[in-house]
T-cell receptor, first 114, second 113 residues
Framework: DAKTTQPPSMDCAEGRAANLPCNHS???????VYWYRQIHSQGPQYIIH???NNETNEMASLIITEDRKSSTLILPHATLRDTAVYYC???????????????FGGGTRVLVKP | DTAVSQTPKYLVTQMGNDKSIKCEQN?????MYWYKQDSKKFLKIMFS???????INETVPNRFSPKSPDKAHLNLHINSLELGDSAVYFC????????????FGDGTRLSIL
C-alpha cells in the first residue's frame, strides 16, 4: 500500500514554477523518496529521488524537510509537456526484492495551462 | 531506439482465450518487471526477474505466467482470460536489484470482450 499522500490535482501556469507537495509522515530512516510521472498514454518516467538532502537534476528539484515527513517536487519552468500525473513513492533501501518494489498511489494530476 | 518496447500495443480478445505480451529492453539491464494499471489508474507490481530468476511474485492468479528467456526479454502469458484482466500492462527494467530507477515501456492495453 502506498505510504504517501498527495493532492489529487493542481493547475499551474506555463513558464512558472510548479511545486508539488507530498506527505510521507511514516517514512523510515532507510526509505528513499522517489518521484515518477506518467504522461497520458505513456509509461511512468523517473524524475528524481533523494534520502534526506535536497537534490536537483535537469528535470526538477526535490526538497525534503529536515524531519523527512514531507517533500516537494519543483518543476522550475513548467511547460505544456509537463502535464501529467506525478507520483511520490517511498522505497526502502534494500538489496533485492524489497528494495525494487515500487508502490504507486493515486498521484497528483498536474495540468499546465498556457 | 526505444529502450523498453512492448508488443502488442493493443490487444482485444475474448474471455477464455490465452494470450501473450512480449517485452524487450536494449539498455543492458539485469532486472525486468511487469506492472498492471487498472481502470482506477493504480499501478501495481506483478512480477520481477533478475538475470532470468524470479525475485518478486505478488499475489497474482496463477493464470499469469511470466517467462524470461534471457536478460533482455520478459514475456507475460495469460491463460483463460477474464473480464477483470482488462487493464494496461507495463513492462519495466532497471540496472539491477539495488533499487535503481526503473525504465518503463509504453504499455499494452488489454481489453477482454
Amino acid at each position: 500500500d502506498a505510504k504517501t499522500t498527495q493532492p489529487p490535482s493542481m493547475d499551474c501556469a506555463e513558464g512558472r514554477a510548479a511545486n508539488l507537495p507530498c506527505n510521507h509522515s511514516t517514512i523510515s530512516g532507510n526509505e528513499y523518496v522517489y518521484w515518477y510521472r506518467q504522461i497520458h498514454s505513456q509509461g511512468p518516467q523517473y524524475i528524481i529521488h533523494g534520502l534526506k538532502n535536497n537534490e536537483t537534476n535537469e528535470m526538477a528539484s526535490l526538497i525534503i524537510t529536515e524531519d523527512r515527513k514531507s517533500s516537494t517536487l519543483i518543476l522550475p519552468h513548467a511547460t505544456l509537456r509537463d502535464t501529467a500525473v506525478y507520483y511520490c513513492i517511498v522505497r526502502v533501501s534494500a538489496f533485492g526484492a524489497a528494495g525494487n518494489k515500487l508502490t504507486f498511489g493515486g498521484g497528483t494530476r498536474v495540468l499546465v495551462k498556457p | 531506439d526505444t529502450a523498453v518496447s512492448q508488443t502488442p500495443k493493443y490487444l482485444v480478445t475474448q474471455m477464455g482465450n490465452d494470450k501473450s505480451i512480449k517485452c524487450e529492453q536494449n539498455l543492458g539491464h539485469d532486472t525486468m518487471y511487469w506492472y498492471k494499471q487498472d481502470s482506477k489508474k493504480f499501478l501495481k507490481i506483478m512480477f520481477s526477474y533478475n538475470n532470468k530468476e524470479l525475485i518478486i511474485n505478488e499475489t497474482v492468479p496463477n493464470r499469469f505466467s511470466p517467462k524470461s528467456p534471457d536478460k533482455a526479454h520478459l514475456n507475460l502469458h495469460i491463460n483463460s482470460l477474464e473480464l477483470g484482466d482488462s487493464a494496461v500492462y507495463f513492462c519495466a527494467s532497471s540496472p539491477g536489484i539495488l533499487g535503481q530507477p526503473q525504465h518503463f515501456g509504453d504499455g499494452t492495453r488489454l481489453s477482454i470482450l
